[in-house]
Each structure stands twice: as structure tokens, then as C-alpha cells.
């Protein structure tokens, strides 16, 4: 069944306006999460955007002045009293809602929550808006259909009936009180009967310890509506991970479960003490993993816990977990998955804080599986762990202070800058294998296994401030949480580069990626969008994920676009010039004197134009000569080196005289020795000496393009950044709430009506031709148009109207226009309406697209319209929000853009003002996150007025 979330974090932060009628704590407790979320590496997905307050002078208000949060405030009693009526009166308390509903618009909240507010909140509100009620009693006590707690006085009716316990409830509001479908209740109090009642004494106490809870509920529950966990399905029953809850989410205990960022995902990455689970003396996986740590010279303490209780290669074993002298940080899970779930609930019991579970047979292997991973994942909640996998290879840290190498890699690998997350483990332990023939060193390599709770966001956001990482190098065939994924990678890119190496980019290889991991691969349009506005560079193949972070660890990004390359033969040196071209970059030459210079020193064959050919027999004091001189020139921003061992010279050589060289300018230098045998005592040399050494000359090419930054396609993360600010600052201008209600004029099929369309268009600034709607034929009020007009039938099912015959063009009188609407609606019957435009001037087609992805956000497509778009496939696609400038980037980028830029006399199209159309379009979807499809096809633009015009909108929604 359909299950509509209450927030989609793809459509950012939950915006949360409070109303309070007193201190508001509730809020205030929402609050302090709020500011000490903002402070960790993941952000808080909710925002407090104001308090309402129906009293301005209660404490809330001062309170959100004392701390400069904007409020706003009606007098209910005032009001009432205006009104010459009781508060109890329901009718000038809607007219009181809608004033208040007046108010609270400018603050573009998604969500109310009812932070201790005199509420008998009306439709004016309630339509409008999700609200969030906490109510200090256990709602879910409803014996014979109504609810025994709910009203004025829950605490007292539940000590009037002599409850055991309460419990304060966190529902849905809705126009009934206390009536909404439950979210969430909190642990229970048990009631002390000791108490007297006399002055209320028990009363009082009841009610302080239910408050403290709805305090805690109400932070809680706003916490996991914004990260997505709450949803409803199409019969209004509230659904949590998308399991219904008909009695809400019943919390046991607050310190339980409790969110991911209080966890301690330190001691997965840094632990003090290890055990590994399942490592016998007898050999196998588990021992296997034990004698990697052994060897890594792991500082911490290290245990072994196996059937038989036998030491395993000299390291204390135990026969079960908690027997254990002490609560390790970390336990490495190697048993088989039957004995999985003991031993990790085992390890809670005890008090570990982070489990790698190696072991196999979970999610990966089908449906049974999939149930055994949700027993884990609750096991893991209860104690609050991190886990890291199921079905993984392992983790390691080579900082000195931890050196722990819990993997079940063949090879110790090199301790280094890179840090390696990998979503296949196998992939990652062959490699590595390779990396050792690049001189690659590792700060950390993490292997994701299924993610079932650290996934690569995680590791992302704790590598930001790693000092012994510099690169970073990911291997991922699906990406989760498309949002917190993006976030990372963004604040990464602003210090570190960060090499995306994704695979499922055929629609083949996604469906091995899916049967894979058990989950499925996102369209790949969206993910090349994402990473690009993340600044992350994107290889195409493992090969040049390697050949990227290798060269990126030991050299550095640069911006600019000239190169100079030394070589010593012609061809190689044509291939990297011809690949270098084809990347966009420049090979200048030197200026004249210093090729003199040069020349002077070289052979007389030699030639000093760029590339630099040297000749075959040169020396290796040729080389360093060589690249000295253009190093100094100023003139490059890169640098290669290429050489073509000759017989008669040895690469160690020529290797060792260019390394002071290199040393000496910081400028990226790239070298490349031909030849696995030839090349290998230069290869030795530079990798001593952590200089790049690749070994053809394209891949140098290559790897220059996707090390240049800016000049690329990439652009940092700052730019993302930007751009997500910019957009929040335009976003509210249009009249938000008319536009969400034209949102609501759909079709069963999702799709919305045409003049609903057309209506939305014209609220954000989209131009569209004047246009009429007829509702039925002979119903003709067309005096407001001017002719030539279109018609088009308006039908639920009718998608592809002209395909259909159900566009007439070119209509010159009121006359032919009857006649043509009576047609139309005879050709359609079913028909809504004919929808009757004025007709557009055409000389230049482009189309907008829009499409929401899941788990990623809403793409923009820029392309050239008319029947070209199909053949040519012209687009370009970028991930929204989409300002400006990048607009016009994307306007630029397309193949036809030279037709829209005059080519060969034709009219220029203005690409600035179709620029700001795209961001307009951007806009408008950033404001209606609902919207799953839109397709603008046409935007017409005419010469002779200058004018853009969407003559066609089709949008589907939710
Ligand atoms: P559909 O895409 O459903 O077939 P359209 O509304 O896009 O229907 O109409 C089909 C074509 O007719 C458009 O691609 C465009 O070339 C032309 N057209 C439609 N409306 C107008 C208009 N108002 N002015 C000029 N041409 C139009
Ligand atoms: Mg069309």
C-alpha cells in the first residue's frame, strides 16, 4: 500500500512552527536537540522556524524574543470578546483560525506542533497544515472506541480509574481533540498510589513526570517525522518505516533507541579494546581477522571468543561474550548468521558500542534474510550500537595511536592519506592487491557490506576532520540516503577531493547491483547530478578511480587548463596531445629565449616545443633540465612526464633526477614509464618519493581532467552550497498557499487539470499564452483573446494530445472556433474541458523537465525542443535547486546551443532570460516538493516579440 510520507528529507528540513499558550517547554525541548544536532557532522533535518502564541504576553513569547526567534501572536480572549462570544464557540474560533492562519504564513512551516496550546484548532489550520499534538495521558486506551484520556483532564481521569501507569502520547491533531491517529508514546510512568490526594499532592506528581515525557515525545517525534520515518497510507493509518502503528510507536525506554548521533561512532573507528566473535584456533575467517589485527600492531586490547574457549595464536579466548573481563568498544562478529543475533545482543548486554559484523546471510540473500537484518537492526537500537555491515569486509585505521586492522584483506596494507569506502568488499580486497604496485598508502578503508546502519554518509562525515586523510576514494553501487549522502560529500569537497567511482550505470548492470546488495540502484541521471553539484569527481571505471586517488594523494588538485608535457618520443607524445585535447586543455609553448636555453643543453634532434621531445638515448639530466625549465616558466598549471624506457638507459636513473625537480615546484607533475619491466626501478624510485607514476601515456591525460577542478565539470562543494541559499531566499515570493491548493485539482491518474497547471505556471512567472477554459461546448467567452488560437481537448486520459488529434492549430475566427470545440468535444467524449490558447509565434522550441527521484530529490532537465528532442537526445540534467548562473551553464551545454546562440545569422535566442525561466521552473518545484513529474513541452520563443511562452504544461503529483 502507498505510504505518503509526513516529510521526505529529499525536500530538506522539516520547517516546524511552534504554538504555545504557555512556556511552550515542549518546543523549547525540540529546540536544544535542534541546536545540538547543528552542531554534529550529519545537521539536524528540523528546523524551528517561529512560535505562535494566542497569548502575547505568555512565556513562550519572551522567550522567543529573549532568544531573537521570530513569533507572532492573536489574543484568543480578545478575539472572543470582539466577537461578543464564548470560548467555547467554535464558529468565531474558525474565524480566529483563519486570521491566525493569515499570520503564520510567512513563516512557511510544513508542520505545527501543539507545544501545550489551547487548541480546539479548526479546519482552517488543520487543512493546511500537519499538526502534531503531545497529550499528557496514554491515548491509545480506547476500549470501546473512544478514547478514555483524551480531553481537558487526562492525568485525572487516568488516576480516577486507577490506572497502573501513563504515558503521554504524541498524535496527529485534527479538528476532533485529542483524536488524530497516534505517532508515538512515550515509556510509562508507574503511578505511586502512596501519594496522597489531598491538595493534589499525587495529581502534581503525576503530572510533572508526564510532562518530562511529553517534553522528550515531542522532540522525538519531530525528529523522526523530519528524517522520514512516519508516514500514512491511503486509509489514513499512520505508518512508521512503513509498518502501520495503530497504536503509535511505543517507546520503552528514553535511553533506548536513541539517535544516531549520540551514538559512539568513534569506538568502531578508534576502539581501545577489540574482541573477535567466532575466531577459533582451528583456522577460518574469524582467526583470520584476528592475526590481521595481531600483525597491524592493534595498541589496544584484544580478546577472542570461541566454542571451545581456546586461545587463538597466543590471544585470550573466552567461550562466550560475557565471560569477558571487560566491555570491549568494538566486537568483530565472524560466526555463522544463525549466531549472529546472540552474539550481538550478547555484546549490548555487556556494554560494546560498535559491532563490524562480518558474517554473511542477511539482507543479501532474500526475504528471510531481510527479517533476520530487522532483528539485528532492533538489537543494535536497544543498545544503542553502530554497526558497520552485515556481509562486509572489514574496517581499518592506520593512525598511529589506533593501527588497528580488523579486515580480512590478504595484505597489511601501507599506511597512507587515502581513505578508501568501498560497498563491495571483494572488489576492495583484489585491489588492494594493485594498490600496492601504485604506492598507494591508506589512512582508512571501511567496506559497507549492507549498510544496515553505517553507511557511507556515516564514514563520510567522520573523515571531514581526519588529518590523515587527504583523499578520499568511494566505491558505491547504490546510494542511500540521496540527501545526507549529498551533505557529506559537499563538506567534504571543500578540503578534500573526494574520487566517486559508481557502477550500475547501464540499466544491466543496476539490476546486478540490485540482486547484489538487496537494494536497488537509483537512476543514474540523477546520481551523475548529484555527485556533480557535490563537487565529487566521478571516474568511469575502477582503473581510473585508482589512478585518480593515487596521483590526488600524493599531488593535488589544480584549476587552469595549460599544460606542459616532457617526453622522449614522438608517440606517445602525440597520444597525450591528442588527449589532452580532447579534455579541453592547452599545451603552450615556451617563449623563445628559454627554448634557446633549452636547446642548448639538449640533443641537437631534440625539439622544445610542447610537448618537449627529448629523443630517445637522452640522459636523465635532459629530463630534469627540461622539466626545470617549464616548472620556473610560470606557464603551466600541470605538468607530465613521459617516458618510453630506451634500451641503453635506466629509468631509476632519469626517475631520481627528476625527483628533486618535482620537489621543488609545487606544481602537480605527473609522470608515466612505459612498460611493467622496463619502467619498474623509475615506478620504485617515484613511489619512494610519492610522486605519481602512471604507465600510459592517455590515462596521464585522464587523470590531469579529473584532477583539474573548476575548469572541469566539477565544481566544489562551496558552489552547492551557494546555490541551496540562494534558492531559499527566492522560494517564498509566490503565494505559497494558492499554489498548494492548486495542487489539489488532480486527476485520478495524479495528473493535475490544465488550467490548475496553467494557473501554477502564472503564480511563479512562468508566461504562458492567454488561454480560456471550456467547460462545455457552447459555453464561449473568448472575447479576451486574440485569434489565431489553439484548442486542445482536456481528458483524464488524454496525455499525448496531439498524437490523439486532439489539438487544432491555427484557428482564425470565433466561428471556426465553435465548430472546432464541437468537434472536439464529440471526438472525446469523457472530455473535461477544450482548452483554448492564444497561438504562439514560434521560432525556437526548447523543453523543461522536472522528476523526482527517490531518495535523491528532484532533477532539472534543460533540451531542445520540437521533434529534434527525441532524435537527438540534447539535454542536460542537473539536480535542483538550479540558480541562475547554472541555468545558463546547463543552456550552454546543450550540442544545439550555437542554434540558439545565432548560428549562421539565425535569431539569437536570449539565453539570459531563458536562463531565468529555468530558475523560476526550479523555483516553483523547490516550493511544491509534490510535484513527481512536470514536462513544459513547448517553451515556445518568438522572434518578432521577444517572448518565452510555456504552451504546454503537464504535471503529475503525488
Ligand atoms: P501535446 O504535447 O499533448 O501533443 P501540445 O500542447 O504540446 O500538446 O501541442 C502540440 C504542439 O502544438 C506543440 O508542440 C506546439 O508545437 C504546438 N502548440 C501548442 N500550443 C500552441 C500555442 N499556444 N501556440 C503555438 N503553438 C502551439
Ligand atoms: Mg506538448
Not at 536513541?258 to 573507528?269: G, Q, S
Not at 548468521?337 to 560494546?352: I, N
Not at 599545451?587 to 627529448?614: C, H, M, Q, Y
Not at 540558480?883 to 545558463?888: F, I
Request: with cysteine.
Amino acid at each position: 500500500m502507498k505510504n505518503k510520507l509526513i516529510h521526505n528529507p529529499v525536500h530538506g528540513k522539516l520547517k516546524v512552527l511552534g504554538f504555545a499558550s504557555g512556556s511552550g517547554n515542549t518546543l523549547w525541548k525540540a529546540y536544544e536537540l535542534q541546536k545540538e544536532m547543528e552542531q554534529t557532522h550529519g545537521g539536524c533535518p528540523f528546523e524551528i522556524v517561529g512560535v505562535f502564541s494566542d497569548k502575547p504576553d505568555s512565556k513562550a513569547v519572551e522567550m522567543a524574543k529573549t532568544i531573537g526567534m521570530a513569533f507572532a501572536s492573536l489574543d484568543l480572549r480578545a478575539f472572543h470578546n470582539e466577537h461578543d462570544a464564548a470560548l467555547s464557540d467554535l464558529g468565531v474560533r474558525a474565524l480566529y483560525d483563519q486570521e491566525v492562519a493569515k499570520l503564520i504564513e510567512p513563516f512557511g512551516a510544513d508542520l505545527i506542533l501543539l507545544a501545550g496550546y489551547v487548541w480546539a484548532t479548526t479546519e482552517a489550520l488543520v487543512n493546511h497544515y500537519w499538526m502534531v499534538n503531545v497529550h499528557p495521558a496514554d491515548l491509545s486506551a480506547a476500549p470501546y472506541g473512544h478514547r478514555l484520556f483524551a480531553g481537558a483532564d487526562g492525568v485525572g481521569d487516568t488516576l480516577h480509574l486507577r490506572q497502573e501507569t501513563i504515558c503521554s502520547s504524541a498524535h496527529l491533531a485534527t479538528a476532533e481533540i485529542d483524536g488524530g491517529p497516534l505517532l508515538m508514546r512515550s515509556p510509562s510512568h508507574v503511578i505511586d498510589y502512596s501519594i496522597p490526594e489531598e491538595n493534589q499532592q499525587l495529581r502534581k506528581a503525576v503530572l510533572k513526570a508526564v510532562n518530562e515525557h511529553s517534553r522528550h515525545l515531542g522532540a522525538r517525534v519531530i525528529l523522526e517525522i523530519a528524517q522520514g520515518k512516519f508516514g500514512m497510507d491511503e486509509t489514513g493509518h499512520v505508518r512508521y518505516c512503513g509498518d502501520p502503528v495503530p497504536a503509535g510507536v511505543k517507546v520503552e525506554s528514553w535511553s533506548e533507541n536513541i539517535p544516531k548521533f549520540r551514538r559512539d561512532l568513534n569506538a568502531m573507528m578508534s576502539p581501545k579494546s577489540v574482541v573477535v566473535i567466532g575466531a577459533s584456533a582451528r583456522g577460518g575467517l574469524g582467526s583470520a581477522i584476528l592475526s590481521n589485527i595481531q600483525d597491524g600492531g592493534f595498541t589496544g586490547g584484544l580478546y577472542a571468543v570461541n566454542r571451545s574457549g581456546e586461545d587463538v595464536a597466543g590471544v585470550k579466548a573466552y567461550e562466550r561474550v560475557e565471560l569477558l573481563p571487560e566491555a570491549p568498544d568494538l566486537a568483530v562478529v565472524t560466526t555463522p548468521s544463525g549466531a549472529v543475533l546472540e552474539a550481538v545482543e550478547t555484546c549490548g548486554k555487556l556494554g560494546v558500542k560498535a559491532v563490524v559484523c562480518i558474517s554473511a546471510g542477511f539482507k543479501e540473500t532474500g526475504e528471510a534474510g531481510a527479517v533476520e537484518e530487522s532483528k539485528l537492526k532492533a538489537i543494535t537500537d536497544r543498545y544503542n550500537m553502530r554497526l558497520l555491515g552485515p556481509n562486509c569486509m572489514g574496517v581499518l585505521n592506520t593512525d598511529p595511536a589506533v593501527s588497528l586492522n580488523a579486515t580480512m584483506l590478504q595484505h597489511q596494507p601501507t599506511p597512507g592519506n587515502i581513505a578508501f569506502i568501498t560497498q563491495s568488499g571483494a572488489l576492495g580486497a583484489a585491489l588492494l592487491d594493485y594498490a600496492e604496485h601504485l604506492g598507494m598508502g591508506f589512512s582508512k578503508i571501511a567496506s559497507l557490506g549492507n549498510q544496515m546502519d553505517v553507511d557511507a554518509s556515516d564514514l563520510l562525515g567522520e573523515l571531514r576532520d581526519d588529518p590523515y586523510t587527504k583523499v578520499v576514494m568511494l566505491y558505491l553501487e547504490t546510494i542511500g540516503e540521496g540527501q545526507s549522502f549529498f551533505k557529506q560529500v559537499s563538506e567534504l569537497t571543500k578540503t578534500k577531493p573526494v574520487v566517486v567511482v559508481k557502477s550500475g550505470r547501464s540499466s544491466a548492470g543496476a539490476a546486478a547491483a540490485s540482486s547484489h546488495t538487496g537494494s536497488i540502484a537509483g537512476s543514474d541521471a540523477a546520481i551523475e547530478a548529484l555527485l556533480e553539484k557535490a563537487g565529487a569527481i566521478r571516474v568511469e571505471t575502477l582503473e581510473m578511480a585508482y589512478l585518480t586517488a593515487m596521483s590526488l594523494s600524493k599531488s593535488r588538485t589544480f584549476t587552469g587548463k595549460r599544460v606542459g608535457v616532457v617526453t622522449n618520443a614522438g608517440g606517445p607524445g602525440i597520444l597525450i596531445t591528442d588527449r589532452l585535447a580532447m579534455h579541453g586543455f592547452e599545451l603552450p609553448l615556451l617563449p623563445g629565449e628559454k627554448r634557446d636555453a633549452l636547446a642548448s643543453v639538449l640533443f641537437p634532434e631534440a625539439s622544445t616545443a610542447n610537448p618537449i621531445d627529448l629523443v630517445a638515448p637522452a640522459p636523465p639530466e635532459h629530463y630534469a633540465k627540461a622539466l626545470e625549465t617549464m616548472a620556473e616558466s610560470g606557464m603551466y598549471d600541470a605538468l607530465a612526464v613521459i617516458c618510453v624506457p630506451p634500451a641503453t638507459i635506466d629509468t631509476g636513473k632519469i626517475a631520481e633526477a627528476l625527483v628533486p625537480v618535482i620537489k621543488a615546484f609545487d606544481l602537480p607533475v605527473i609522470c608515466c614509464f612505459i612498460g611493467p619491466t622496463l619502467g619498474a626501478a623509475a615506478r620504485t624510485v617515484l613511489n619512494q618519493h610519492q610522486i605519481p607514476c602512471l604507465e600510459f601515456p592517455e590515462n596521464v591525460a585522464d587523470v590531469l581532467q579529473a584532477m583539474s577542478v573548476k575548469a572541469g565539470r566539477y565544481e566544489r562543494g562551496a558552489a552547492a552550497e551557494f546555490e541551496m541559499k540562494n534558492h531559499l531566499v527566492d522560494g517564498g515570493s509566490a503565494d505559497r498557499r494558492t499554489a498548494r491548493s492548486l495542487m489539489q485539482s488532480r486527476y485520478e491518474t495524479g495528473y493535475l487539470r490544465s488550467d490548475a497547471a496553467m494557473k501554477l505556471l502564472a503564480l511563479y512567472g512562468i508566461p504562458t499564452p492567454r488561454w480560456h477554459w471550456i467547460s462545455a461546448p457552447g459555453i464561449l467567452e473568448v472575447e479576451e483573446l486574440s485569434f489565431p488560437v489553439v484548442a486542445k481537448i482536456e481528458h483524464p486520459e488524454v496525455l499525448h494530445k496531439s498524437d490523439a488529434g486532439g489539438v487544432v492549430l491555427n484557428i482564425e475566427s470565433e466561428a471556426a472556433l465553435r465548430l472546432v470545440v464541437q468537434e472536439l468535444f464529440n471526438a472525446f467524449p469523457g472530455a473535461e474541458a477544450v482548452l483554448v490558447q492564444e497561438q504562439a509565434k514560434i521560432t525556437h522550441e526548447v523543453i523543461l523537465g522536472g522528476k523526482f527521484e527517490p531518495g535523491i530529490g528532484h532533477l532539472c532537465l534543460v533540451g531542445t525542443g520540437g521533434t529534434l528532442v527525441e532524435l537527438f537526445q540534447d539535454v542536460s540534467v542537473k539536480l535542483m535547486p538550479v540558480c541562475q548562473k547554472q541555468a545558463s551553464s546547463m543552456i550552454e551545454s546543450l550540442k544545439t546551443y550555437p542554434l540558439l546562440n545565432g548560428y549562421r545569422g539565425k535569431a539569437k535566442v536570449p539565453v539570459e532570460e531563458l536562463a531565468q525561466v529555468v530558475k523560476r521552473f526550479s523555483d516553483m518545484i523547490g516550493d511544491l516538493p509534490g510535484i513527481q513529474e512536470i514536462d513544459l513541452n513547448p517553451v515556445t520563443w518568438d522572434a518578432s516579440s521577444g517572448q518565452f511562452m510555456a504552451v504546454d504544461c503537464r504535471i503529475r503529483v503525488e
